[in-house]
């Protein structure tokens, strides 16, 4: 029924159809849902369920799809079932050696000459040196990880017991730091400078945000106390905050915040400025009640697709930078 729902209301063929049109990579978006990924050719204006082509893996197995990372032509996309990778803009399809269930995915910043991924699970946190095609654990275990950042040297880890974070890239994690309340973290944004200027925010459960200017070690709050804030995207000047009581914007590091509107009801799980930081302004959001589109910053929102289901994970390519483009302000 979930599946059936979601292409009728996008308009698109049913979820067993597999497509062969050219992929237009500007147009393209990749959507993850508990059914298993999406793809739409026209930037949100109709979905159609990827399954793969029969010269290849099936992805009717994936499960949740909560970690999509395009990078050009390679499409890596993780679920309860593993990690699957594309090397055709996501057409046909193959399984990797990693373990399920994925939360997040995230590649070296140059990936044509360093493979490595990390992979972050429900169990820990996974690397691999061959771009997937192999997996080892790290001594982070035990511990859901639910998002990654690795500006370099650090890697910066948001996981059911805080914020940790590892110099010698995953051999040994500090963390969560003096100041930080307990409660899984679920969004960050990094300075676009941290090796230099390590600031970082954080949401942390119901607590709202919390800032971290030496790298992690201390922390105070930084507003939304009370709101479960499920990302953080950090454009410039602004931060920008997607919560469940609305999209909120800060211009002073999280000492004021400005709601700016609403995406419907839903809790938010992923948000996507798919233009920066060329452009600030257009942006998708994925709640649990559907994924919506905003061409002016969050002010007003319109549906874009999954109306009433819920969106775990939303990407395009080329994608984002690595780092959420925030530099603090003096």
Not at 21 to 37: E, I, K, N, Q, Y
Not at 73 to 78: E, N, T
Not at 121 to 138: E, H, P, Q
Not at 177 to 205: Q, T
Request: aromatic content about 10%; overall charge neutral; proline content about 7%.
């Amino acid at each position: 029924m979930c599946l059936l729902l979601s292409a009728s209301l996008a308009g698109g063929p049913s979820a067993g159809q597999n497509r062969t049109d050219p992929v237009t990579a500007s147009l393209t978006l990749f959507a993850g849902t508990p059914a298993g990924l999406w793809r739409s050719r026209d930037w949100g204006g109709s979905w159609q369920r990827v399954l793969g082509q029969t010269t290849g893996a099936q992805l009717d197995l994936l499960g949740a799809a909560r970690g999509i990372m395009p990078l050009g032509p390679l499409v890596y996309v993780g679920g309860e079932e593993g990690i699957y990778l594309s090397k055709d803009f996501g057409e046909i399809w193959e399984r990797t050696g990693s373990s399920p269930p994925v939360l997040c995915l995230l590649s070296s910043r140059y990936p044509q000459s360093d493979p490595t991924l990390f992979v972050g699970t429900a169990a820990g946190l996974l690397k691999s040196g061959d771009g997937g095609r192999t997996f080892a654990s790290t001594s982070l275990w035990g511990t859901s990880v639910f998002r990654l950042e690795w500006p370099g040297p650090a890697l910066v880890m948001a996981t059911g017991r805080g914020v940790l974070i590892s110099n010698d890239a995953g051999a040994h994690f500090e963390g969560p730091g003096e100041g930080l309340p307990p409660g899984d973290v679920r969004a960050m944004a990094l300075s676009s400078f941290f090796a230099v200027d390590p600031v970082l925010f954080v949401g942390v459960g119901q607590a709202g945000v919390f800032r971290s200017s030496n790298g992690g070690r201390t922390w105070v709050s930084a507003g939304l106390a009370g709101h479960r804030v499920g990302d953080l995207i950090w454009l410039g000047p602004f931060l920008y905050a997607a919560a469940d009581g609305g999209f909120f914007r800060s211009e002073d590091a999280g000492t004021t915040w400005t709601r700016l509107g609403t995406a419907g009801a839903g809790s938010p799980t992923q948000l996507l400025f798919p233009l920066a930081p060329a452009a600030g302004l257009e942006a998708f959001l994925a709640t649990d009640q559907g994924l919506f589109h905003t061409l002016d910053g969050g002010k007003e929102w319109r549906p874009a697709g999954f109306q009433g289901e819920s969106v775990l994970a939303v990407a395009t390519f080329p994608p984002p930078s690595p780092l959420r483009r925030g530099k603090t302000r003096k």
